[in-house]
């Protein structure tokens, strides 16, 4: 294990391809007679990878192999990419870190994930980004990539960051140096860096006008009245401002508003938006029963506002789906409004519960497979993911669309323990995750010897 774990940590600085041979052991694999989710279509045929990398998606069922599963009423899809975690680590690891949030992405067919900054110390220089791929390398089951954190003041790391998906600015709901929300930083920003951003958009000052208006708040649902529909409007007509008379390409993370999802349909192609699974899924009704549990930022918000996200997704508005998963202690989310802290634990059923809304008639697996799978591998530019086709990385997840399971709190593998959908029965379950080539989860059982490597990107020089 200690060899493994050393090898591993040449990934955070040996070329991408010398890294994985040298960790991944060679050995080909055939998966054969899998319903196979591809760009364009789904069909019946037999996939071979080898060393990690998809060899040929039409395989002959004799083609020779170490290993051949045999797949027959099982769905393959991509390895899901979630542009957005937060793990905790290093600083908060009492909630979460890298080992148990990527056992959780392995459980949940998460083979590749993007976290953010606001760790402790936030990741806001190269040193501290560097530090978390070291980290990463020895601790990740599955690929992954740090975001850089935007200050008022660091435009100049920002400028010269590598090894790193994109900026991450927080216009709204953060604190110390990672809150952005005066005019002059922003401008700054957006015009002096190249680099992909995306922004937590919510109006610092609406919702601080809104809690004083409401004397802090005294309920759960309260949050929403604080962080209201105008707060999240403001600030994403804001950035989208910024974006466009710059020419930078802008990520609008969590859209939570109908009012957004409106907005954002007479948008350029500089801009991309993502939904979150409690966004398309839980409503302000829900307070009454799950209070804290779906306290988010930014808000839950309305029946109507759930709507409007769904068309946005089917009609393209939307392109991404993510978790924005952000677990707290159950002792930490019991505490009464306004102490409650905001955030929830979903990276291990995000898929299932897409899985179900494919079973339930709200969207097809194709569409799920380009929200969650091939849309966050064009938006970040990442190399070689996101699609099951040869020259690819065998990210891969084989699912069964007609199994029945409850999502429980005792099950729940992330550090947190405990998910805001306990209880609810999903049809439509990842069974089996692969990260290139090899299996980091099989049915309940982890080969916690597997460690991934650091995701590739390809921003254009």
Same mark, same amino acid.
């Given at each position: 294990?200690?060899?493994?774990?050393?090898?591993?940590?040449?990934?955070?600085?040996?070329?991408?391809?010398?890294? !994985?041979?040298?960790?991944?052991?060679?050995?080909?694999?055939?998966?054969?007679?899998?319903?196979?989710?591809?760009?364009?279509?789904?069909?019946?045929?037999?996939?071979?990878?080898?060393?990690?990398?998809?060899?040929?998606?039409?395989?002959?069922?004799?083609?020779?192999?170490?290993?051949?599963?045999?797949?027959?009423?099982?769905?393959?899809?991509?390895?899901?990419?979630?542009?957005?975690?937060?793990?905790?680590?290093?600083?908060?690891?009492?909630?979460?870190?890298?080992?148990?949030?990527?056992?959780?992405?392995?459980?949940?067919?998460?083979?590749?994930?993007?976290?953010?900054?606001?760790?402790?110390?936030?990741?806001?220089?190269?040193?501290? %980004?560097?530090?978390?791929?070291?980290?990463?390398?020895?601790?990740?089951?599955?690929?992954?990539?740090?975001?850089?954190?935007?200050?008022?003041?660091?435009?100049?790391?920002?400028?010269?960051?590598?090894?790193?998906?994109?900026?991450?600015?927080?216009?709204?709901?953060?604190?110390?140096?990672?809150?952005?929300?005066?005019?002059?930083? %922003?401008?700054?920003?957006?015009?002096?860096?190249? %680099?992909?951003?995306?922004?937590?958009?919510?109006?610092?000052?609406?919702?601080?006008?809104?809690?004083?208006?409401?004397?802090?708040?005294?309920?759960?649902?309260?949050?929403?009245?604080? !962080?209201?529909?105008?707060?999240?409007?403001?600030?994403?007509?804001?950035?989208?401002?910024?974006?466009? !008379?710059?020419?930078?390409?802008?990520?609008?993370?969590?859209?939570?508003?109908?009012?957004?999802?409106?907005?954002?349909?007479?948008?350029?192609?500089?801009?991309?938006?993502?939904?979150?699974?409690?966004?398309?899924?839980?409503?302000?009704?829900?307070?009454?029963?799950?209070?804290?549990?779906?306290?988010?930022?930014?808000?839950?918000?309305?029946?109507?506002?759930?709507?409007?996200?769904?068309?946005? %997704?089917?009609?393209?508005?939307?392109?991404?789906?993510?978790?924005?998963?952000?677990?707290?202690?159950?002792?930490?989310?019991?505490?009464?409004?306004?102490?409650?802290?905001?955030?929830?634990?979903?990276?291990?059923?995000?898929?299932?519960?897409?899985?179900?809304?494919?079973?339930?008639?709200?969207?097809?697996?194709?569409?799920?497979?380009?929200?969650?799978?091939?849309?966050?591998?064009?938006?970040?530019?990442?190399?070689?993911?996101?699609?099951?086709?040869?020259?690819?990385?065998?990210?891969?997840?084989?699912?069964?669309?007609?199994?029945?399971?409850?999502?429980?709190?005792?099950?729940?593998?992330?550090?947190?323990?405990?998910?805001?959908?306990?209880?609810?029965?999903?049809?439509?379950?990842?069974?089996?995750?692969?990260?290139?080539?090899?299996?980091?989860?099989?049915?309940?059982?982890?080969?916690?010897?597997?460690?991934?490597?650091?995701?590739?990107?390809?921003?254009?020089?």
């Amino acid at each position: 294990m200690a060899f493994l774990a050393a090898l591993a940590s040449v990934s955070t600085w040996f070329p991408h391809g010398l890294a !994985r041979r040298a960790i991944k052991q060679k050995m080909k694999t055939l998966i054969r007679n899998a319903e196979v989710v591809l760009s364009d279509q789904t069909a019946k045929t037999n996939v071979l990878f080898e060393d990690g990398v998809i060899c040929a998606v039409d395989a002959a069922a004799g083609a020779d192999a170490d290993e051949v599963i045999d797949a027959t009423g099982l769905h393959l899809i991509p390895g899901v990419i979630d542009d957005q975690v937060h793990f905790r680590d290093p600083g908060l690891t009492h909630k979460e870190d890298l080992a148990t949030g990527s056992r959780a992405c392995a459980k949940g067919g998460v083979t590749t994930f993007l976290e953010m900054p606001n760790t402790n110390p936030a990741t806001i220089t190269l040193d501290a %980004l560097h530090a978390k791929l070291d980290l990463a390398a020895g601790k990740c089951l599955v690929n992954y990539g740090f975001y850089i954190g935007a200050t008022p003041d660091n435009v100049g790391v920002l400028k010269s960051a590598e090894r790193t998906p994109g900026i991450k600015i927080f216009i709204g709901s953060s604190t110390g140096n990672l809150l952005v929300d005066q005019q002059a930083a %922003l401008e700054r920003i957006f015009a002096e860096t190249t %680099l992909p951003i995306c922004a937590h958009c919510e109006d610092e000052s609406t919702v601080r006008a809104n809690a004083e208006r409401l004397n802090g708040g005294k309920s759960y649902r309260d949050h929403s009245r604080i !962080r209201d529909h105008k707060a999240a409007l403001i600030a994403t007509q804001r950035a989208v401002d910024l974006a466009e !008379r710059n020419d930078h390409r802008f990520h609008v993370l969590h859209v939570s508003t109908a009012q957004e999802v409106k907005f954002l349909r007479g948008t350029s192609e500089l801009i991309s938006a993502e939904a979150c699974p409690h966004h398309l899924f839980f409503n302000v009704h829900d307070y009454e029963t799950l209070g804290s549990l779906v306290q988010m930022n930014p808000s839950i918000k309305h029946p109507e506002d759930n709507e409007e996200l769904w068309r946005g %997704l089917i009609d393209g508005t939307i392109e991404v789906v993510a978790t924005d998963h952000a677990p707290h202690t159950l002792e930490e989310k019991d505490q009464p409004y306004p102490k409650s802290p905001s955030g929830l634990p979903a990276v291990e059923n995000s898929l299932a519960l897409m899985l179900n809304s494919v079973n339930t008639g709200h969207c097809t697996l194709q569409q799920v497979v380009s929200w969650m799978c091939a849309a966050p591998a064009r938006v970040w530019d990442i190399v070689n993911k996101g699609s099951i086709q040869a020259g690819f990385d065998a990210d891969l997840v084989l699912v069964d669309m007609n199994r029945e399971a409850e999502i429980r709190n005792e099950q729940q593998v992330t550090k947190s323990g405990w998910s805001p959908w306990h209880g609810t029965k999903l049809k439509g379950w990842p069974v089996r995750t692969f990260v290139h080539g090899q299996t980091v989860y099989n049915d309940g059982v982890f080969d916690d010897t597997i460690r991934g490597t650091e995701a590739m990107f390809d921003h254009g020089g």
